[in-house]
Every structure is written in structure tokens, then in C-alpha cells.
């Protein structure tokens, strides 16, 4: 098979949910649906406990890719129009508040429009990212309307948004298995300096199980000898930690605030009952968490 061949095969991959991301994939408690809410061709539904795509009904329109907040949906996203350091205004539905975050991040300041007024919906969405702009202490979007834009825009311009970072133009227009972007629609990595999520442990409940550690894919915990920390800041909102934790001890809210990173006292103690070590985030503990427990007579023999 020829390169041209090659090409025109590649560029109708399917969209595909990567079990290896998915937090549906990774844990049954998991009840995440946001790709499934995103999608409004019903192409997208949970099948046995697991998110599947129903290729036939997509359009590949990229709602899920940028719904999905561990970037679990692989794909490519849809381009936009874009002229010079301005996002243009066009008739289909205004991109969501977390890709003109990114843009603003990548140098796009300007959102613009050939008519003499925005859309309704491009009026609310900007209304929308702009104040969240605001709270992340960024200037917001300026607006420009009766804006003339040359014939056709610069593909160069087109593709460097997402791969500014020094790829070639010609690697750009290679075929679409090797232009994947999902993975750049992780929004936290734009505004380190900011959290959109906090997490909190309630310490009375916890049982340092690790679960939550073991589980986050943006490893937001961890636990060591000396202390539990938690990084809010790299938290996407998947909710993973907060539906698997057995003593339900952590909630997670969304928010716009300034990074901060949590950490907690660790102490090992010895178990007043087994006698084995354990850790906890509890001066006072005197049992582990496994005596703690136990019910009253458990594994007390009644027979000889």
C-alpha cells in the first residue's frame, strides 16, 4: 500500500474510549458519564459498566474528547477557525469553556465575528470564559465584530495552535493517526499556578487504604513514611477518588483558587490487639484499622 493510500486509510480512524484511561475502564464504583452527557447523537453509551462508542452514530464532533476529563477518548479534535492571535466566530456551536481557556493559554486573545453582533450562544459562552479568566487573574477575551478575515486562513496557522512547540508543517498534514490532541485538552496543565478543583480528606475517616493513590490518574495523592499530601492542582474532576474510597473520607468541589498543596502527619503506630504495625492520621489511634472493625467475637473458636 502506497503513502497516499496509507493516508486517506488513516484519516478514517474511529473515535475510541482507551480502557487504559477511562476511569469506567478502571473501577466499578466509578460513575462517571460526562462523555455519555456531552454526546447529543446518543453515539456514546455505558455498556455493562463500561463506556463504549457506537461508531456508527458518531460524527466525530469532539464534545466527548473535551468532555472527558482524563482524556480517556481518543481521537482528533475538530479544528477551528483561527486568523493571526483571534478565534473566529463561526455559525456552529461556540467551542466550551475549557478549550477557549486552553486557546487564551496558547496566545489566542481575540474572538471575532464577520456580522455586527455575536450569537446568543457565542455571546453567553464568552461571557462564560471570561470570568473565569478573571478569577484566574488573566486578561479576558476581546471581542471584535464586522471583522474582514482573508479568503482562506493559513493551515500553518490552523495546526501550530496545538503543536507550537516546534513540529514541522509537513509532519502537521500527516496522516490523522499520528495528529492525536486529546491529551492536550488537560486544562490544569495551562494554569499551574491555579487549582479548578479542591480535594479534602476527612481525617477521622480515613484508613490510609492507598486506594486513592493507587487509583488517581493524575496522581494527585501520596503517602509515604512521614506524611499523606494531596495536590489539588493537577485534579481534573474525575471523581474517581471520591467514589472508591471505602470510608467515603474524601470530597471533591470545583473551584477556581490558587494552588495549594495539602499535607497531613502520618504516624506508624503499633496495634494494641494484633500487635501489628500500622499507619494512621490519628495521634490517638491505639488499634488498626482491620481490629478497629472487627466485630465483637469474631474468630473467637467455639468448638475444640
Given amino acids: 500500500m502506497g503513502f497516499v493510500e496509507k493516508w486517506m486509510e488513516s484519516l ?8 487504559s484511561a477511562c476511569v469506567r475502564h478502571k473501577s466499578p464504583r466509578s460513575t462517571c458519564e460526562k462523555c455519555v452527557t456531552a454526546c447529543h447523537d446518543g453515539a456514546l453509551i455505558i455498556s455493562q459498566g463500561k463506556t463504549v462508542i457506537d461508531n456508527q452514530k458518531c460524527r466525530e464532533c469532539g464534545s466527548c474528547i473535551v468532555a472527558c476529563p482524563v482524556q480517556a477518548v481518543s481521537g482528533i479534535l475538530p479544528k477551528k477557525d483561527f486568523f493571526q492571535n483571534k478565534i473566529i466566530a463561526t455559525t456552529v456551536k ?4 475549557k478549550e477557549l481557556l486552553i486557546y487564551h493559554a496558547k496566545g489566542i486573545n481575540t474572538i471575532a465575528c464577520e456580522e455586527k453582533e455575536f450569537s446568543l450562544e457565542w455571546k453567553d459562552m464568552v461571557e462564560e470564559v471570561n470570568s473565569l479568566l478573571c478569577k484566574l487573574g488573566r486578561t479576558p477575551f476581546m471581542t471584535e465584530t464586522e471583522t474582514s478575515f482573508e479568503d482562506s486562513y493559513s493551515r500553518r496557522e490552523l ?18 493517526k499520528w495528529r492525536f490532541n486529546h491529551m492536550d485538552l488537560d486544562v490544569t496543565r495551562y494554569y499551574p499556578d491555579h487549582q479548578f478543583f479542591d480535594v479534602t480528606i476527612d481525617r477521622e475517616k480515613c484508613s490510609l487504604c492507598k486506594g486513592c493513590e ?29 467514589e472508591l474510597c471505602p470510608e467515603k473520607a474524601i470530597t471533591m468541589t470545583s473551584l477556581i483558587a490558587s494552588a495549594v498543596t495539602k499535607s497531613y502527619d502520618v504516624y506508624t503506630k503499633m496495634c494494641s490487639l494484633c500487635n501489628n504495625s500500622f499507619q494512621t492520621l490519628r495521634e490517638h489511634d491505639e488499634s488498626c484499622p482491620a481490629c478497629k472493625n472487627r466485630k465483637a467475637g469474631y474468630l473467637n473458636s467455639q468448638t475444640c
Avoid: H
Fill in 159 to 176: 495546526f501550530s495552535l496545538w503543536k507550537k512547540e516546534g513540529q514541522s508543517f509537513v509532519r502537521q498534514v500527516t496522516p490523522a
Fill in 94 to 97: 461556540p467551542p466550551s469553556p
Fill in 12 to 19: 478514517d480512524y474511529e473515535y475510541e474510549v482507551l480502557s
Fill in 214 to 242: 493507587v487509583m488517581c490518574p493524575k496522581t494527585c495523592f501520596k503517602l509515604d513514611d512521614t506524611g499523606f499530601t494531596i495536590n489539588p492542582q493537577s485534579c481534573s474532576g474525575c471523581q474517581l477518588c471520591q
